[in-house]
């Protein structure tokens, strides 16, 4: 009769390797998994030319077909705001008692358009966008930044436009204008941050990009853009906490900063008490949370 071998079992075949232990010990790691956020800050660091270049990219194609081309880019906000003059201007007579009234409503049409258009377009960043989100490799992050730079980039293009108009109506040049860098500076982190807190949200949910024209069209008018908060404040009875809001409104913080930079007529008394810290604590609870908002889905943008 043959003897059948047996080979004495090995902790090797005792015990079989997990799939996870198998890939740490080739230095396997998960694909599309979220890094750690330091690591994520250094990746899209490491992006930030393709950021500027893709917010390029995007503003020239924005007009591309029209005959006027960038043209536009100027044209639309200046149109906003005669439209905005004729309603609220002529017809509400909102302008009565508001000195400049023409430089204070374009300001304030400009710098609302920029955090509009900005958060508008963060709600699309990435569920428009998932040919890209799924092809390639980046920090996802990319996206809501980028378009947020190429609504700072399309402002930039407006303010060229508000100079002239500030020089027609006879307001000169003065020092306060350089005051205009901080605001845009701290408006372009509020910005991004809103785009990216957007991003994440219209990714999950896309049917909330229909949703936001209305919410925003209501926080237009709640914001000072074509009236005198301050004027408005003094003259109504509203409730204690109602004047505490509409003073802390991030929209009307920066659109009121960037008129008392730009237009003399428009004075420190007719801006919030520490309209400077609420200018940076908006940027910063928007703009670091928003960060860290966008981040913790990293890995679930694209998936389905």
């Known amino acids: 009769m043959s003897q059948v071998l047996h080979t004495p079992p090995t902790a090797a075949t005792d015990q079989a390797e997990t799939p996870a ?52 880019q100027v044209m639309t906000p200046l149109l906003n705001a005669a439209v905005y003059y004729f309603i609220f201007g002529v017809l509400l007579g909102t302008k009565h008692g508001v000195a400049d009234y023409v ?5 304030g049409v400009f710098v609302w358009t920029f955090t509009q258009n900005s958060i508008m377009a963060g709600t699309r960043a990435v569920s428009g966008n998932l040919g890209l989100v799924r092809a390639l490799h980046f ?14 980039q399309q402002l930039l293009f407006s303010m060229a436009a508000l100079v002239v108009i500030l020089f027609c109506f006879g307001i000169p040049l003065s020092a306060s204008w350089l005051l ?9 982190v509020f910005n991004a941050g809103m785009s990216l807190i957007m991003a994440r949200m219209g990714a999950k949910t896309p049917d909330i990009a229909q949703l936001m024209p209305f919410i925003l069209r209501t926080w237009m ?4 853009v074509m009236f005198s908060i301050d004027k408005t404040l003094k003259a109504t009875h509203l409730p204690y906490i109602v004047k505490r809001l509409l003073e802390a409104n991030p929209a009307a913080i920066y659109i009121d900063l960037m008129r008392f930079s730009l237009i003399d007529s ?14 940076v604590g908006w940027a910063l ?20």
């Open 221 to 224: 008018y709640v914001s000072g």
């Open 21 to 72: 232990q198998i890939a740490a010990r080739y230095g396997l790691s998960v694909s599309g998994a979220r890094p750690s956020l330091p690591e994520y800050v250094r990746q899209l660091w490491a992006r930030r030319h393709f950021i500027s270049a893709f917010a390029t990219a995007k503003l020239t194609a924005q007009y591309s077909e029209a005959k006027l081309g960038q043209i536009w």
């Open 266 to 279: 428009f004075h420190a008394k007719q801006l919030p008490h520490h309209v400077w810290a609420y200018a």
């Open 285 to 304: 609870l928007a703009g670091v949370g928003g960060f860290i908002y966008f981040w913790k889905a990293e890995e679930k943008y694209g998936r389905g």
């Open 103 to 107: 430089p204070f409503l374009v300001t």
């Open 139 to 152: 920090p996802r992050a990319a996206l809501p930044v980028s378009f947020a730079l190429q609504q700072l």
């Open 180 to 188: 205009t860098i901080p605001v845009l500076v701290l408006q372009f």
